[in-house]
């Protein structure tokens, strides 16, 4: 804490040594206690920092969207149990449950899908994408790049170089024209992806673009009864005037710091710093997570779960201007170590139809359907997909294991032919039949709908030119 009217030899603008000595490291550190995670949040805000740059060459391609919604299942939800049901099967590949007809006639999904079964007329399925990879971390890496992880099939990898290509989310905060929304273009939560020993995933962050292009990490609980997101909260001794107070002290230390200023570098840092004092302050952007102003009947429909709450609160961020919100299946401190998340090695039946089928079934079809009846759907592109599948037979433990070699994903929206089923894999869900789909394919039919071509170019830190992405949009599943 400090005070403007410590005692002491005063400087000419009215400011004391002792002063200055106490809040000489602020301007590096953020603004201490009286603001929490302000030197994360003015790293999020701003994207210029002097970091490789982005920048747009050739027409953009015709995609419509204004938004994304990613929707990651991470650890790999089975293809049999959800989008690719194999009813003529065996036994130990089909599993436990049976198909449903859905609105679309021929188009079928898992009986663990019920009320996605009614929006079906707005869903692409695409039910042979492939990585070859069966490592949770890099195969990870590769659906959120586009780009594989080197080596492949290696678990517990962190990131760092060669693997630091940008998270789809960076790509697009660089590519997101500048405008007047207090929240960056790219967020993700409600935390980061992990493995059980607590290794982060490599592709979640900007990579060689550099921290000023992170899509912003919300680490949230959005289902608890006292939500709130610590970015965008004081402390209880720090009053809004108060802090106010506090940037208009910044600000002269600052001055006093014009001697050590580099190559516009302070000036970068002070604009990242009233960016933050902006976000903190902004009515706009609070409110943006401010679940408790939408209908019980509203929050009900998408589950009170942490899964559901947090992908309610990516459509009031869309709504508020966010262009790309990524939604993390939600790890919790109860997940059994040995099936965490989607990762259903045992007992694969009683997961999916407890702990995972019914909360995703129902925020996902609330997710579709609220879009619609907002008029928002035909401009926001809902995309849900994980690293991988499961493998096609059931082994010994009752569950399912790591499988690369074909999976499906779902996309709705924002310019995506809707009642479509795109390639196929075999009789057991175990490999591409038809249509094969790869990252980098989908996220190039991701960026296509935001309005760039895959020949969308950035530049790295050497200088060189780069392609937004190497794949080819799926041509087959955009709309007119």
Same mark, same amino acid.
């Given at each position: 804490m400090f005070s403007i009217s410590a005692p002491g030899v005063r400087l000419c603008d009215?400011?004391?040594?002792?002063?200055?000595?106490?809040?000489?490291?602020?301007?590096?550190?953020?603004?201490?206690?009286?603001?929490v995670g302000m030197a994360d949040l003015a790293r999020a805000v701003d994207g210029s920092g002097g970091e490789a740059g982005l920048r747009r060459v050739g027409p953009a391609s015709l995609g419509k969207a204004k938004s994304c919604?990613?929707?990651?299942?991470?650890?790999?939800?089975?293809?049999?149990?959800?989008?690719? #049901?194999?009813? &003529? $099967?065996?036994?130990?590949? !089909? =599993?436990?449950?049976?198909?449903?007809?859905?609105?679309? @006639?021929?188009?079928?999904?898992?009986?663990?899908?019920p009320k996605t079964a009614t929006v079906a007329e707005h869903l692409c399925l695409l039910r042979a994408v492939h990585t070859g990879d069966n490592a949770?971390?890099?195969?990870?890496?590769?659906?959120?790049?586009g780009q594989p992880h080197a080596p492949m099939n290696r678990e517990n990898a962190n990131p760092g170089a060669p693997n630091d290509w940008p998270n789809l989310g960076s790509v697009v905060r660089r590519?997101?024209?500048?405008?007047?929304?207090?929240?960056?273009?790219?967020?993700?939560?409600?935390?980061?992806?992990?493995?059980?020993?607590?290794?982060?995933? #490599?592709?979640? &962050? $900007?990579?060689?673009?550099? !921290? =000023?292009?992170?899509?912003?990490?919300?680490?949230?609980? @959005?289902?608890?009864?006292?939500?709130?997101?610590?970015?965008?909260?004081?402390p209880g001794d720090v009053h809004v005037d108060r802090l106010h107070g506090r940037h208009a002290l910044l600000a002269k230390l600052n001055e006093h710091r014009a001697a050590v200023e580099r190559g516009g570098?302070?000036?970068?840092?002070?604009?990242?710093?009233?960016?933050?004092?902006?976000?903190?302050?902004?009515?706009?952007?609070?409110?943006?997570?401010?679940l408790d102003a939408e209908p019980d009947a509203v929050r009900d429909r998408y589950g009170r779960t942490q899964f559901g709450q947090s992908t309610l609160l990516a459509r009031r961020l869309v709504e508020a201007g966010v262009t790309l919100v990524q939604v993390n299946w939600f790890r919790g401190p109860?997940?059994?170590?040995?099936?965490?998340?989607?990762?259903?090695?045992?007992?694969?039946?009683?997961?999916?139809?407890?702990?995972?089928?019914?909360?995703?079934?129902?925020?996902?079809?609330?997710?579709?359907?609220?879009?619609?009846?907002?008029?928002?759907?035909?401009?926001?592109?809902?995309?849900c997909l994980?690293?991988?599948?499961?493998?096609?037979?059931?082994?010994?433990?009752?569950?399912?294991?790591?499988?690369?070699?074909?999976?499906?994903?779902?996309?709705?929206?924002?310019?995506i032919r809707g009642g479509v089923v795109h390639g196929a894999s075999d009789a057991v869900g175990g490999e591409p039949k038809e249509g094969t789909v790869v990252p980098a394919d989908l996220l190039a039919t991701l960026f296509h709908c935001l309005g760039y071509g895959p020949s969308t170019m950035f530049h790295d830190a050497l200088g060189r030119p780069i392609p937004i992405s190497r794949g080819t949009p799926i041509s087959e599943i955009l709309g007119a």
């Open positions: 009215g400011l004391s040594r002792r002063e200055m000595l106490r809040i000489g490291s602020l301007g590096l550190a953020g603004l201490g206690a009286g603001a919604i990613v929707l990651f299942l991470m650890g790999g939800p089975p293809q049999h149990s959800t989008w690719d #049901p194999k009813p &003529d $099967a065996p036994a130990e590949v !089909r =599993g436990e449950f049976a198909p449903i007809q859905t609105r679309v @006639p021929g188009m079928m999904v898992s009986e663990l899908l949770h971390s890099s195969s990870g890496y590769f659906m959120l790049t590519l997101a024209p500048p405008g007047d929304a207090m929240l960056p273009a790219a967020v993700r939560l409600p935390h980061h992806i992990f493995n059980t020993d607590g290794s982060v995933w #490599p592709g979640q &962050d $900007a990579g060689f673009l550099g !921290r =000023g292009a992170d899509p912003w990490l919300f680490r949230c609980e @959005p289902a608890s009864a006292d939500f709130r997101i610590p970015e965008f909260t004081l570098a302070l000036a970068s840092y002070d604009s990242a710093t009233a960016a933050a004092f902006d976000l903190l302050t902004s009515e706009q952007a609070r409110a943006a997570f401010a109860e997940e059994p170590s040995d099936a965490p998340c989607w990762d259903s090695h045992v007992k694969e039946a009683a997961r999916l139809r407890t702990a995972l089928g019914p909360p995703f079934d129902a925020a996902f079809s609330a997710l579709v359907g609220d879009l619609k009846e907002r008029g928002l759907l035909d401009e926001t592109l809902v995309v994980s690293e991988f599948g499961r493998s096609p037979k059931i082994n010994a433990q009752g569950g399912r294991d790591h499988w690369g070699n074909v999976f499906s994903v779902c996309l709705a929206g924002g310019g």
